[in-house]
């Protein structure tokens, strides 16, 4: 419903198929990697989940013989 109201219903009517679908693929990369998300601290998603893995995934040791 989000994608719809923010995207698809402003900018009808769509000219092509090609145009639809470059503008859902511009409007996927914002999403995923540069909108600001208040529920996790005002940050990217991308960046959230890098930091997550980073304080949750634990250094590899290991030994020299």
Same mark, same amino acid.
Request: proline residues 8%; charged residues 25%.
């Given at each position: 419903?989000?994608?719809? @109201? *923010?995207?698809?219903?402003?900018?009808?009517?769509? #000219? @092509?198929?090609?145009?639809? *679908?470059?503008? @859902?693929?511009? %409007? !996927?990369?914002? %999403?995923?990697?540069?909108?600001?998300?208040? *529920?996790?601290?005002? !940050?990217?998603?991308? *960046? %959230?989940?890098?930091?997550? %893995?980073?304080?949750? @995934? #634990?250094?590899? !040791?290991?030994?020299? !013989?």
């Amino acid at each position: 419903g989000l994608f719809k @109201t *923010e995207l698809i219903k402003p900018r009808r009517p769509w #000219k @092509t198929l090609s145009d639809v *679908e470059l503008a @859902t693929a511009e %409007y !996927v990369d914002w %999403y995923n990697h540069r909108r600001l998300h208040g *529920e996790i601290g005002h !940050v990217p998603p991308v *960046e %959230y989940e890098a930091l997550h %893995y980073l304080a949750t @995934t #634990k250094p590899q !040791v290991t030994h020299n !013989v």
